[in-house]
């Protein structure tokens, strides 16, 4: 998904707002799409090429 996006727009950072907050917001489901502290997140470390390298399932974001 974020290789597409990444191809529809400007940047990066757009394309991973594309491909994860704008969904997570058009389908309602409040508390996801984002990282912030107290969270929950599945995280995933893309290389410069865009291709998964890790994934981390329910990880626990908090500080």
């Known amino acids: 998904a974020v290789r597409v996006a990444a191809r529809a727009g400007p940047g990066v950072a757009g394309a991973?707002?594309?491909a994860t907050a704008v969904p997570a917001r058009f389908l309602g489901l409040s508390g996801h799409g984002r990282l912030r502290v107290g969270a929950r997140a599945d995280l995933v470390h893309l290389s410069d090429a865009l291709?998964?390298?890790?994934?981390?399932?329910?990880?626990?974001?908090?500080?």
């Open 16 to 18: 991973l707002r594309r």
């Open 51 to 63: 291709e998964v390298r890790r994934v981390w399932r329910a990880a626990d974001w908090s500080g």
